[in-house]
């Protein structure tokens, strides 16, 4: 899932996420600081409850009324609210939430945990012995925002209309939808192959059946996202249209919005609290302003005044965080996004592993997140391998070199001697039109240097991704140094390695390939559901001890405050953002 | 078309001089020989002595600048900012301004977030501004010159295209222009190892190409009166190439034209050259005083020094250079009285 | 006369269509691709070559220039529609194209963003005036006392600051240190949805730093005017004949020494129209200044081809009508 935030494109930039559970754990933020310490949740990696019905427990103390503002810094927001075109953090953590339900979703377990709960089917769905075909109930009391009841045909469409990539460039169905559903990839979704039938999608009363291409285990989890729900059939949902006002099913429907700026939601009446697990309804209305000025933001927030009380910010800037962590105490959250940074030395060009490992003590990593707006221990944290905490099948206290790699410049220059490799040559790029990453890339130049490498970086005036993907771009041929900021789709193991590690990944900007590892990846794809997170923990364990093709800089964590008559505090893990379905607001 | 003279301007890149070139009093300094006479009363003007001692001061630094810093022993070397940084204690530094008393290792503090040395920055941030303005002022000088000096001389056709490409280029936004511009020229040459270099000449180029309009107006009317004068006319009859009659006929009579508008520029491409900064744009990689105002803002409430810093460089400068010009301008001219 | 207007009006709009040609090439030959942004924005690093051209194509970048040249200028007249890959949208009359960003009509925009920037814009031209033209007419009647001198220096003095630090320093100060009550919180709130306090508090501040900072052009050039008018002969008669000083400086005085004052101000006026980028980014006011400052950084290329098509077209009309108002204010200037 991509995040959109210019911010992110700092070290090597988060642009793919969708999240689940994470943490790591209070030890990296013990501190000198005045505030309290901040401790994550430990989690545990893939929980699911596949009995739990509407409707959602009641809160204590909660009371209904209030409007919430959320203020979101520099991120313009979604680009249309088709829930087929969504895969940004931002935009499905708010329309999962409030708006569009799909086929499951994530609550909020105790201790922050995300469980997988049903939402419009019954149950988690029912897969056949090998999983290459599902079936979901549909449940028979949810509806849309005119009263109507969702339909099995109208899940199916919704579901089907993920298919056409074309259409919907942005959306995640581009990649799992035609990845795994039968025939996926040579059918052109219901827009781009008008008329052409597609019978890998069913239903039946009010079963939908899908058909796989090859075994999918993990369809559950891509039923929680919102490109897996229905849509009106016919004309209704016709893009682009329907993108600027999609038929809400949630329990608030769209009352306005303006892209890049606000989006206003109101209660659904319409929207049956029984049939729905997880969500709540006690706000009166959300307003959600995008690409705010964090430093307006912070100065909201730490006001205290009453527009500051109802409201909800989704960052803090770094020179704030001490002030906010000493003032506001539990109304500063603390979420882990299942996310990794890494730096990617190119395989094919850096082809001695003590090279890689040498990089690896030349970062500096504290002084990168300092001179990046972070915080350090807070919202980077050090990172061992390339599953971030908390995954399930994650090697916790794995070691790729023994203990935790930090800045050491004489055991690179060791590592460099050993390799005979002494003034290696690393060429790199770096955002120049953001100021905090040509202050990043200094310390990086500085740190590699202190080491005997020999450092140049060329700055870039476009997103590095548009450099290091391109194949035939005449400065990335030059390059030995890349970097990829990854995210999980959901807590598997399936979304983070292949990605990056597999010889045709999508994002293997280090160029890694190996066959025996990529035979390995399909082994673990066929095993049996209950063995593929362990083997993917050892994969990911025996990846970095072996080869150590990808140096893990960071696992970052996102900073929440929330407005001091908000109610439940608290983040949701499984997209990293504000737990939305569990606010009030406290009267 | 005349020219705005609202703030946004920045500074005054397009404003007319307060003196029209055409009237009495300017032909009346042509009249007799100006230079000495204005240097005289430049002399005794305390305001204007001061001035040019505080330019002279920022010149000689920004001359020097790597000299100075060595002297100071200061640099403007990276370093690593958990070193000397309040990690977990909001990223002030350890030692030193704002929560600590000086630190004579840094005189002027070290910056959040990086911990480079402030003094260091300074210092290279005036050479950064000092050159780019000066610079700039001589290719628009140039410009400016010698379309004023065409336009006006050869009249007809070639003064009427002149001039309305001079109000073209005054129609257009020069901020939105610089904004729009200097990322694309960056990005042409980021990959050639002196990109920094290029990148300041990329700007001075911006500022030169939307700064030559007023010089060139003021020539041109110069010019236009100059022409009809007899010396002229009679090196024309006398069949002197026109190339010979620009320079050494009407160039000496132009001196003190030129003087005003260049007098006009110096701050006015001090105070852009900031301003760019500030906005983002201008010298990414480098020093530049309005760069670190643009970083400092932020930090006000905590670390004001850090802001004003490089604000009273820029103040001090551009300030300096409008009271001298204001007062070369009182100078050549013998009927004004402050 | 109307020959002279004529004539002006044609070489304007010939100005206007120079600058659009210049803003369109500009992109069209800069280093990456004028759909870049648009496909960045929409499909993040999912932004492949293959989907990069297939939005050129539909945004018709695969056409000659002029080609496409052409089809903006007839938006503007005719509207058209626009195709962003797959999606198409109508834009109507006038149309300059649809932002990137929100793919609404950028001329909607443009509309919507008004009323901030025409506010600042009035509020600010209106305290040059009203601080400006009776400082300079007290300074000039004082002219050599010591409250003149002072005044003239002190204005000197401020005048040669940066204008955007002046602000600057005023929101610092005002807003963030402070926090003055009402006018602290800082932007453009609508007078009629928000109320007129709030609007009124919002900007005040702006207003201030622009109305301060300028008014003390204002006070050079009225008191030079002042200054001349009061040494003319008709004013030493109008006094000869026993009139009350007040009359004199006034009604004959101020008169005749306003008229390179409105001059300057229809000036003035226009360019603060054309967008006020330093004063909209420092106070946060969402007009077009800060607008085309944003579009910039987001890439979205028809908004910064917009403002600045606006910024010219509010420069040429502003010029034009001070020149025309100057012939009727000033008889003694012809227009030819």
Same mark, same amino acid.
């Given at each position: 899932m991509k995040r959109n935030k210019p911010l992110a494109l700092v070290a090597g930039a988060a642009l793919i996420t969708l999240a689940a559970c994470g943490g790591g754990n209070g030890d990296d933020t013990e501190g000198t600081g005045t505030g309290t310490d901040?401790?994550?949740?430990?989690?545990?990696? %893939?929980?699911?409850?596949?009995?739990?019905?509407?409707?959602?427990?009641?809160?204590?103390?909660?009371?209904?009324?209030?409007?919430?503002?959320?203020?979101?810094?520099?991120?313009?927001?979604?680009?249309?609210?088709?829930?087929?075109?969504?895969?940004?953090?931002?935009?499905? =953590?708010?329309?999962?939430?409030?708006?569009?339900? =799909?086929?499951?979703?994530?609550?909020? %377990?105790?201790?922050?945990?995300?469980?997988?709960?049903?939402?419009?089917?019954?149950?988690?769905?029912?897969?056949?012995?090998?999983?290459?075909?599902?079936?979901?109930?549909?449940?028979?009391d949810a509806t849309w925002e005119d009263g109507k009841p969702v339909t099995a045909e109208e899940v199916a469409w919704g579901i089907q209309r993920s298919l056409d990539a074309e259409t919907f460039p942005a959306g995640p169905g581009a990649e799992y939808s035609k990845g795994y559903f039968a025939g996926g990839a040579d059918y052109a979704g219901p827009y781009t192959d008008k008329g052409k039938a597609y019978d890998a999608i069913s239903f039946d009363g009010q079963d939908v059946t899908i058909k796989m291409e090859k075994p999918f285990p993990d369809m559950d989890y891509w039923g929680a996202f919102m490109a897996m729900g229905p849509a009106p059939l016919g004309k209704a949902s016709q893009p682009p249209n329907y993108g600027t006002d999609p038929l809400s099913n949630g329990p608030y429907k769209i009352e306005k919005w303006t892209p890049s700026e606000e989006l206003i939601l109101t209660k659904n009446d319409q929207w049956i609290a029984e049939s729905?697990?997880?969500?709540?309804?006690?706000?009166?209305?959300? !307003?959600?302003?995008?690409?705010?000025?964090?430093?307006?933001?912070?100065?909201?927030?730490?006001?205290g005044n009453s527009d500051s009380q109802t409201a909800i910010a989704t960052s803090i800037g770094s020179d704030k965080y001490e002030q906010a962590n000493s003032e506001l105490g539990e109304r500063l959250v603390q979420q882990t996004s299942q996310c990794v940074s890494t730096l990617t030395p190119d395989y094919s060009k850096i082809t001695d592993i003590n090279v890689r490992k040498a990089l690896a003590y030349a970062y500096p990593y504290q002084d990168v997140w300092l001179a990046g707006g972070e915080v350090p221990g807070v919202t980077r944290v050090p990172a061992n391998s390339i599953m971030p905490p908390g995954m399930a099948g994650k090697v916790e206290d794995f070691q790729p070199d023994g203990e935790q790699i930090t800045y050491n410049p004489e055991k690179a220059k060791e590592l460099l001697a050993e390799a005979g490799e002494e003034g290696y040559q690393i060429t790199m790029i770096f955002y120049e039109v953001d100021p905090l990453a040509v202050a990043v890339q200094k310390q990086i130049t500085k740190g590699f240097e202190s080491a005997g490498f020999k450092v140049k970086a060329i700055p870039v005036q476009v997103?590095?991704?548009?450099?290091?993907?391109?194949?035939?771009?005449?400065?990335?041929?030059?390059?030995?140094?890349?970097?990829?900021?990854?995210?999980?789709?959901?807590?598997?193991?399936?979304?983070?390695?292949?990605?990056?590690? =597999?010889?045709?990944?999508?994002?293997?900007?280090?160029?890694?390939?190996?066959?025996?590892?990529?035979?390995?990846?399909?082994?673990?794809?066929?095993?049996?559901?209950?063995?593929?997170?362990?083997?993917?923990?050892?994969?990911?364990?025996?990846?970095?001890?072996?080869?150590?093709?990808?140096?893990?800089?960071?696992?970052?964590?996102?900073?929440?405050?929330?407005?001091?008559? !908000?109610?439940?505090?608290?983040?949701?893990?499984?997209?990293?953002?504000?737990?939305?379905?569990?606010?009030?607001?406290?009267? | 078309m005349s020219q705005p003279t609202a703030p946004e301007a920045l500074g005054s890149l397009t404003d007319e001089t307060p003196i029209d070139p055409n009237s009495k009093k300017a032909k009346a300094i042509t009249g007799r020989s100006p230079m000495q006479i204005a240097l005289g009363r430049l002399l005794r003007d305390k305001i204007a002595v001061i001035c040019a001692i505080v330019i002279l001061f920022f010149i000689?630094?920004?001359?020097?600048?790597?000299?100075?810093?060595?002297?100071?022993?200061?640099? #403007?070397?990276?370093?690593?900012?958990?070193?000397?940084?309040?990690?977990?204690?909001? /990223?002030?530094?350890?030692?030193?301004?704002?929560?600590?008393?000086?630190?004579?290792?840094?005189?002027?503090?070290? *910056?959040?977030? #990086?911990?480079?040395?402030?003094?260091?920055?300074?210092?290279?941030?005036?050479?950064?501004?000092?050159?780019?303005?000066?610079?700039?002022?001589?290719?628009?000088?140039?410009?400016?010159?010698?379309?004023?000096?065409?336009?006006?001389?050869?009249? /007809?056709?070639?003064?009427?295209?002149l001039s309305f490409f001079i109000d073209l280029f005054l129609t257009v936004p020069f901020l939105l222009a610089a904004l729009t511009l200097a990322p694309i020229l960056n990005e042409r040459f980021n990959t050639a190892?002196?990109?920094?270099?290029?990148?300041?000449?990329?700007?001075? /180029?911006?500022?030169?190409?939307?700064?030559?309009?007023?010089?060139?107006?003021?020539?041109?009317?110069?010019?236009?009166?100059?022409?009809?004068?007899?010396?002229?006319?009679? *090196?024309?009859?006398?069949g002197m190439p026109t190339s010979r009659v620009l320079i050494k006929e009407l160039m000496p009579n132009l001196a003190a034209p030129i003087i005003i508008s260049v007098?006009?520029?110096?701050? *006015?491409?001090?105070?852009?050259?900031?301003?760019?900064?500030?906005?983002?744009?201008?010298?990414?990689?480098?020093?530049?005083?309005?760069?670190?105002?643009?970083?400092?803002?932020?930090?006000?409430?905590?670390?004001?020094?850090?802001?004003?810093?490089?604000?009273?460089?820029?103040?001090?400068?551009?300030?300096?250079?409008?009271?001298?010009?204001?007062?070369?301008r009182d100078a050549l001219d013998p009927k004004t009285r402050r | 006369m109307f020959a002279y207007i004529v004539k002006r009006l044609i070489s304007g709009f010939l100005v206007v269509t120079l600058v659009s040609m210049a803003v369109f090439a500009l992109f069209w030959y800069g280093p990456s691709s004028p759909a870049k942004p648009i496909c960045d924005r929409e499909q993040g690093v999912r932004c492949i070559p293959e989907r990069l051209v297939a939005y050129e194509k539909s945004l018709g970048y695969d056409n000659p220039i002029y080609t496409e040249y052409g089809k903006f200028v007839k938006g503007i007249f005719v509207g058209r529609e626009i195709a962003f890959r797959t999606d198409v949208y109508q834009c109507d009359a006038p149309c300059l194209g649809l932002s990137y960003n929100t793919k609404q009509p950028v001329t909607h925009e443009l509309v919507s963003r008004l009323p901030a920037t025409i506010?600042?814009?009035?509020?600010?031209?209106?305290?040059?005036?009203?601080?400006?033209?009776?400082?300079?007419?007290?300074?000039?009647?004082?002219?050599?006392?010591?409250?003149?001198?002072?005044?003239?220096?002190?204005?000197?003095?401020?005048?040669?600051?940066?204008?955007?630090?002046?602000?600057?320093?005023t929101w610092l100060y005002l807003t963030v240190l402070w926090e003055a009550p009402v006018v602290s919180d800082v932007g453009y709130f609508s007078p009629f949805s928000d109320g007129p306090l709030k609007w009124f508090g919002g900007l005040f501040l702006a207003w201030v730093a622009l109305g301060i900072f300028g008014c003390t052009q204002y006070t050079r050039y009225t008191r030079g005017a002042m200054v001349e008018a009061l040494s003319e002969d008709y004013i030493r008669t109008a006094k000869a004949k026993g009139l009350p000083a007040r009359t004199v400086v006034y009604r004959h005085g101020l008169r005749a020494a306003l008229v390179p004052v409105v001059t300057i101000f229809g000036i003035d006026f226009g360019s603060l129209l054309a967008g006020t980028i330093f004063t909209e980014r420092i106070f946060e006011i969402q007009g077009i200044g800060y607008w085309s400052l944003q579009a910039v950084g987001n890439k979205d290329l028809p908004v910064v081809a917009a403002t600045t098509l606006f910024s010219a077209v509010m420069l040429i009309f502003s010029n034009l009508i001070v020149d025309v108002v100057y012939s009727f204010l000033d008889p003694r200037v012809r227009l030819s």
């Amino acid at each position: 899932m991509k995040r959109n935030k210019p911010l992110a494109l700092v070290a090597g930039a988060a642009l793919i996420t969708l999240a689940a559970c994470g943490g790591g754990n209070g030890d990296d933020t013990e501190g000198t600081g005045t505030g309290t310490d901040k401790k994550f949740g430990a989690q545990e990696g %893939g929980t699911k409850d596949e009995t739990l019905q509407g409707p959602a427990e009641e809160l204590e103390g909660a009371t209904e009324g209030g409007t919430v503002t959320v203020y979101v810094a520099g991120d313009p927001g979604p680009n249309s609210l088709d829930p087929t075109d969504g895969w940004s953090v931002l935009g499905n =953590s708010i329309q999962q939430a409030l708006t569009h339900r =799909s086929l499951t979703q994530y609550k909020r %377990g105790e201790d922050g945990q995300p469980v997988l709960v049903p939402d419009l089917a019954v149950d988690l769905g029912q897969p056949n012995e090998d999983y290459t075909e599902w079936t979901f109930t549909i449940r028979d009391d949810a509806t849309w925002e005119d009263g109507k009841p969702v339909t099995a045909e109208e899940v199916a469409w919704g579901i089907q209309r993920s298919l056409d990539a074309e259409t919907f460039p942005a959306g995640p169905g581009a990649e799992y939808s035609k990845g795994y559903f039968a025939g996926g990839a040579d059918y052109a979704g219901p827009y781009t192959d008008k008329g052409k039938a597609y019978d890998a999608i069913s239903f039946d009363g009010q079963d939908v059946t899908i058909k796989m291409e090859k075994p999918f285990p993990d369809m559950d989890y891509w039923g929680a996202f919102m490109a897996m729900g229905p849509a009106p059939l016919g004309k209704a949902s016709q893009p682009p249209n329907y993108g600027t006002d999609p038929l809400s099913n949630g329990p608030y429907k769209i009352e306005k919005w303006t892209p890049s700026e606000e989006l206003i939601l109101t209660k659904n009446d319409q929207w049956i609290a029984e049939s729905d697990p997880a969500r709540h309804q006690y706000v009166d209305e959300w !307003i959600f302003k995008f690409d705010q000025d964090q430093a307006k933001v912070d100065q909201i927030m730490l006001s205290g005044n009453s527009d500051s009380q109802t409201a909800i910010a989704t960052s803090i800037g770094s020179d704030k965080y001490e002030q906010a962590n000493s003032e506001l105490g539990e109304r500063l959250v603390q979420q882990t996004s299942q996310c990794v940074s890494t730096l990617t030395p190119d395989y094919s060009k850096i082809t001695d592993i003590n090279v890689r490992k040498a990089l690896a003590y030349a970062y500096p990593y504290q002084d990168v997140w300092l001179a990046g707006g972070e915080v350090p221990g807070v919202t980077r944290v050090p990172a061992n391998s390339i599953m971030p905490p908390g995954m399930a099948g994650k090697v916790e206290d794995f070691q790729p070199d023994g203990e935790q790699i930090t800045y050491n410049p004489e055991k690179a220059k060791e590592l460099l001697a050993e390799a005979g490799e002494e003034g290696y040559q690393i060429t790199m790029i770096f955002y120049e039109v953001d100021p905090l990453a040509v202050a990043v890339q200094k310390q990086i130049t500085k740190g590699f240097e202190s080491a005997g490498f020999k450092v140049k970086a060329i700055p870039v005036q476009v997103s590095p991704y548009d450099i290091w993907l391109n194949p035939d771009d005449k400065v990335n041929k030059t390059l030995n140094l890349r970097g990829v900021n990854w995210c999980s789709d959901w807590p598997a193991g399936s979304t983070m390695l292949p990605p990056l590690l =597999s010889s045709d990944g999508v994002y293997n900007t280090a160029g890694f390939n190996e066959e025996a590892i990529d035979q390995e990846m399909e082994d673990i794809a066929a095993m049996p559901l209950e063995d593929q997170a362990d083997a993917w923990g050892a994969l990911d364990a025996k990846i970095m001890e072996e080869y150590f093709p990808i140096i893990p800089t960071a696992f970052r964590n996102d900073l929440f405050v929330f407005g001091e008559k !908000i109610g439940n505090p608290s983040g949701d893990a499984a997209l990293g953002a504000p737990n939305y379905k569990d606010f009030y607001v406290m009267q | 078309m005349s020219q705005p003279t609202a703030p946004e301007a920045l500074g005054s890149l397009t404003d007319e001089t307060p003196i029209d070139p055409n009237s009495k009093k300017a032909k009346a300094i042509t009249g007799r020989s100006p230079m000495q006479i204005a240097l005289g009363r430049l002399l005794r003007d305390k305001i204007a002595v001061i001035c040019a001692i505080v330019i002279l001061f920022f010149i000689i630094v920004a001359v020097f600048a790597p000299l100075i810093n060595k002297m100071l022993g200061v640099n #403007t070397d990276t370093v690593f900012p958990s070193q000397y940084l309040d990690m977990l204690g909001g /990223g002030m530094p350890l030692e030193g301004p704002p929560n600590n008393g000086f630190d004579p290792d840094h005189p002027f503090g070290i *910056a959040p977030q #990086t911990a480079d040395d402030n003094l260091a920055y300074w210092v290279e941030g005036c050479r950064t501004s000092l050159t780019i303005a000066a610079l700039a002022t001589l290719f628009a000088s140039v410009l400016g010159i010698v379309i004023g000096l065409l336009a006006g001389f050869l009249g /007809g056709m070639v003064d009427k295209v002149l001039s309305f490409f001079i109000d073209l280029f005054l129609t257009v936004p020069f901020l939105l222009a610089a904004l729009t511009l200097a990322p694309i020229l960056n990005e042409r040459f980021n990959t050639a190892d002196s990109y920094v270099t290029i990148q300041k000449f990329s700007l001075i /180029g911006v500022l030169a190409v939307f700064g030559w309009m007023g010089m060139a107006r003021l020539i041109r009317g110069e010019v236009l009166s100059l022409r009809e004068r007899e010396f002229v006319q009679a *090196a024309r009859v006398l069949g002197m190439p026109t190339s010979r009659v620009l320079i050494k006929e009407l160039m000496p009579n132009l001196a003190a034209p030129i003087i005003i508008s260049v007098s006009l520029m110096l701050p *006015a491409f001090v105070a852009a050259e900031a301003g760019l900064a500030f906005l983002g744009i201008g010298v990414t990689s480098g020093a530049s005083w309005g760069q670190t105002i643009a970083k400092a803002v932020k930090y006000f409430e905590q670390y004001s020094l850090y802001l004003w810093e490089p604000l009273i460089g820029v103040v001090l400068l551009v300030l300096s250079l409008n009271l001298l010009g204001d007062a070369i301008r009182d100078a050549l001219d013998p009927k004004t009285r402050r | 006369m109307f020959a002279y207007i004529v004539k002006r009006l044609i070489s304007g709009f010939l100005v206007v269509t120079l600058v659009s040609m210049a803003v369109f090439a500009l992109f069209w030959y800069g280093p990456s691709s004028p759909a870049k942004p648009i496909c960045d924005r929409e499909q993040g690093v999912r932004c492949i070559p293959e989907r990069l051209v297939a939005y050129e194509k539909s945004l018709g970048y695969d056409n000659p220039i002029y080609t496409e040249y052409g089809k903006f200028v007839k938006g503007i007249f005719v509207g058209r529609e626009i195709a962003f890959r797959t999606d198409v949208y109508q834009c109507d009359a006038p149309c300059l194209g649809l932002s990137y960003n929100t793919k609404q009509p950028v001329t909607h925009e443009l509309v919507s963003r008004l009323p901030a920037t025409i506010s600042v814009a009035v509020g600010g031209a209106f305290l040059y005036l009203l601080l400006g033209v009776p400082i300079g007419v007290a300074a000039a009647r004082r002219r050599g006392s010591v409250a003149d001198k002072a005044l003239v220096s002190s204005f000197l003095f401020l005048s040669s600051i940066p204008y955007y630090l002046f602000a600057l320093l005023t929101w610092l100060y005002l807003t963030v240190l402070w926090e003055a009550p009402v006018v602290s919180d800082v932007g453009y709130f609508s007078p009629f949805s928000d109320g007129p306090l709030k609007w009124f508090g919002g900007l005040f501040l702006a207003w201030v730093a622009l109305g301060i900072f300028g008014c003390t052009q204002y006070t050079r050039y009225t008191r030079g005017a002042m200054v001349e008018a009061l040494s003319e002969d008709y004013i030493r008669t109008a006094k000869a004949k026993g009139l009350p000083a007040r009359t004199v400086v006034y009604r004959h005085g101020l008169r005749a020494a306003l008229v390179p004052v409105v001059t300057i101000f229809g000036i003035d006026f226009g360019s603060l129209l054309a967008g006020t980028i330093f004063t909209e980014r420092i106070f946060e006011i969402q007009g077009i200044g800060y607008w085309s400052l944003q579009a910039v950084g987001n890439k979205d290329l028809p908004v910064v081809a917009a403002t600045t098509l606006f910024s010219a077209v509010m420069l040429i009309f502003s010029n034009l009508i001070v020149d025309v108002v100057y012939s009727f204010l000033d008889p003694r200037v012809r227009l030819s």
